[in-house]
């Protein structure tokens, strides 16, 4: 096996489901890491979070902070949706047409193309100027942290 591949198996067959077993290499791993990194991961983050309440208020509220983020998805999976209709309507988007106007693909394409790539850059921007658990403080919080349970 090469060091530099991604392999892929499949394992064994339960009924109508393949399990799949899947060999990266660690330089692979710390790559995807990176780009993680670089895109802001709301999983990661949400135990750092965690940790920064209980230093700051002296109780772990694991419980509140996962169902609130947990809501919040659901939110703005909901507020997605509603602002795709929107969108659509905008645009002119008309479902009993055979064939859509030109105006309406164009903006079709700009709601499924420039828009994302927009809020993307904005969401990136704001992460990266106001996400502060991170690098010293986030060590900081470790080693509060690390006192307080010894």
Not at 38 to 64: H, M, Q, W
Not at 75 to 81: D, E, L, R, S, V
Not at 107 to 125: D, T
Not at 135 to 144: D, L, N
């Amino acid at each position: 096996m090469a060091e530099d591949k991604f392999i892929i198996r499949p394992k064994r067959t339960y009924g109508e489901n393949t399990v799949v077993s899947c060999r990266m290499p660690v330089e692979m791993v710390k790559r995807l890491d990176s780009i993680g990194g670089k895109t802001g991961r709301t999983r990661n983050e949400l135990a750092d979070v965690i940790d920064y309440g209980e230093v700051k208020f002296g109780v772990r509220n694991e419980s509140v902070t996962c169902s609130a983020q947990t809501f919040l998805m659901k939110a703005a999976m909901a507020a997605a949706g509603g602002l795709s209709g929107v969108g659509l309507q905008i645009v002119g988007y008309n479902a009993k047409l055979e064939t859509q106007a030109p105006g309406t693909i164009m903006g079709i394409r700009i709601m499924m193309i420039i828009v994302p790539i927009i809020l993307g850059a904005l969401s990136y921007f704001i992460y990266n100027r106001y996400y502060i658990l991170k690098g010293e403080k986030m060590a900081e919080i470790t080693e509060k942290l690390n006192q307080l349970h010894k």
